[in-house]
């Protein structure tokens, strides 16, 4: 039996995971593939932000549009320290595609006029 | 002086959809008045995720949630102001604001909601015992020193209170190459949700310390040291309990308080949230000034601000139609058994609206029933599993449940 707290919303259910995978205390579906995803292949979103080239002492904030396993986060973010972009920029722009080949892009979340 | 019907001090996450609703409801004539040089508030260093899934089902980043809100206002061709400070505010509705392109103006309205969101306590604030170098620093300045302006911190950190903004800041500095020695939280328990102590702590293998505070801050010109000490039930450091961490910065994250200093000035009655004292239209003491968001009370979820905000905007609207009549006869609300506060504190009766209570409990719960009583008549109640100071909890009563009502309301929490 594993316990572990979700991270899917705000909520945070305790969930039990006994050896058959089975899940109790989720309040939701989610709360169910977050643990069979957490005690098999655990990944992270990751959130961080880039230079703007061409704007002096601005940042622009971007995303991993997958979650990527938890292992790799510090490596994803080597690979996102290396970006910059130039103004202007728009939510959802990919800024670096397959980051360090896994299923995920890095894409703008802030718009920069 | 310029006359309008409707101001909106703030253009948060609050200013916003109260604006947004206001137009919506057929106030044409309205203006947001931002002191920053952007809209959206403080969700534009808040580039985590983890906003949106009340409001849009699906999981933003703060930026990205604030741009649906901007998008509207454009759409919607609501005017708003950019650098234009509100320095003054009257009783009867005056506001002053100043900003380089207009000078300072004095507006006449008819309506005005605050929505001038919260402040962080500070190291004065909490008597921080110790020498005051640099490096000791509140968690949302670091967050936007970090997120805005591309600078660092520090390089050892220490942070001081487990609110959300400290658990998300943990894990942005270690992102970014920071050593964080630990998260230390005078209370027995965490004050940030749960997601938060196992996304941001338990991941990058950060101690969190409860029941432990810091007893004393050592360093000439930066930060040399922290020390910290257990603490008994009432609070007190307990002797030869120091943990000692060598570091360069401390981020204290401490609590956020509402800004109502324009309230202040037009001596509007407060609460215990240290907001402003509202009935069901989020209208305050004052006829048409209405508060949403985080100048209300100091919300957790951005998604609830919004929904607040909503209904701030939405009273604007009636009351600049006069369709609130604020002679009605007045239910006061009160927190009972287990309960910190409770929003509104008081109601107009013959409500226009359904009444949502928002209620914080004051210690971690479990297996609660929730009750809604006037007098020994149960309202309303609810049945909750587990309930913790962190989430706000929010219950419905129905209009129709006031004519039961004598001159007072009280919600409770008891153990089923």
Known sequence: MKELTCIVCPRGCRLQVDDNMNVTGNFCPRGKAYAISELTNPVRTITTSIRVSNRPHTLVSVKTTNPVPKDKIFDVMKEIDKLSVSAPVRIGQVVKTRVLGLESDIVITKNID | MKQIDLVIIGSGAAGMAAAIEAKKNGINDLLILEKDERLGGILNQCIHNGFGLTEFKEELTGPEYLQRFVDQVIALGIPYKLNAQ????????????????????????????????????????????????????????????????????????????SGD?????????????????????????????????????????????????????????????????????????????????????????VGLIPYVSLLNYIDCPISSTKGAVVNQYMETEIPGIFSCGNCLHVHDVVDFVSQEARLAGQSAALYLKNQINNNEDRIKIKAGNNISYVLPQFVLKNSVNDLTFKFRVRKPLKDQVVFIRSGETVLAKFVKSALIPSEMVMVNLSKDKLDEVKDEIVISSEDR
């Open chain 2, 86 to 161: 509100v320095t003054d505010l009257s009783k009867d509705k005056v506001v002053t604001y100043s900003s380089k392109e207009d000078g300072l103006v004095k507006l006449q309205a008819k309506a005005i909601i605050m929505a001038t969101g919260c402040y962080e306590r500070n190291a004065g604030a909490i008597m921080l015992p110790g020498d005051r170098p640099s490096g000791v620093i509140t968690a949302g300045t670091a967050q936007r020193y970090l997120n805005i302006n591309g600078l660092m911190v520090g390089k050892r950190v220490v942070i001081l209170g």
């Open chain 2, 165 to 253: 903004i400290g658990l998300i800041m943990a894990r942005r500095l270690t992102l970014e190459g920071a050593k964080v020695l630990c998260v230390s939280e005078i209370m027995p328990y965490s004050n940030g949700l749960n997601r938060n102590i196992q996304q941001c702590l338990i991941d990058y293998d950060i101690p969190l310390y409860l029941s432990r505070t810091v007893s004393k801050v050592v360093g000439k010109d930066r930060l040399e040291k922290v020390v910290l000490s257990a603490v008994d039930e009432n609070l007190q450091i307990i002797p030869n309990t120091e943990m000692e961490f060598e570091c360069d910065t401390l981020i204290l994250s």
